[in-house]
Nanobody
């Protein structure tokens, strides 16, 4: 079982950058692929990106490709989402999620979720 806590959200101007962190519990963190998702008011939860167990492979939604970068530090039980060139349409609550072994872009396939952190991008 995994407990996840996101942090690092806030208000930023368009074109700016923000780094989100997701701290996980347990000594088996390296056994889980990690995903990032976001949800804006009135919209479905949207896949942002994911990273493999050892950090060797990443996968991004087209909407963030080239702007966002996912990384992980298994020694710190932490996954990061570096967001650059932020746009107002990136405004959402951002969630990290964990899935055993392999990653997916389907939010329904992730059993473990953090509480979310708000990211607001002003124009």
């Amino acid at each position: 079982q995994v407990q996840l806590v996101e942090s690092g959200g806030g208000l930023v101007q368009a074109g700016g950058s923000l780094r989100l962190s997701c701290a996980a519990s347990g000594r088996t963190f390296s056994g889980y692929a990690m995903g990032w998702f976001r949800q804006a008011p009135g919209k479905e939860r949207e896949f942002v990106g994911a990273i493999s167990r050892n950090g060797g492979t990443t996968y991004y939604a087209d909407s963030v490709k080239g702007r966002f970068t996912i990384s992980r530090d298994n020694a710190k039980n932490t996954v990061y989402l570096q967001m650059n060139s932020l746009k107002p349409e990136d405004t959402a609550v951002y969630y990290c999620a964990a899935r055993f072994l392999t990653y997916s872009n389907d939010p329904g396939s992730y059993p473990y979720w953090g509480q979310g952190t708000q990211v607001t991008v002003s124009s």
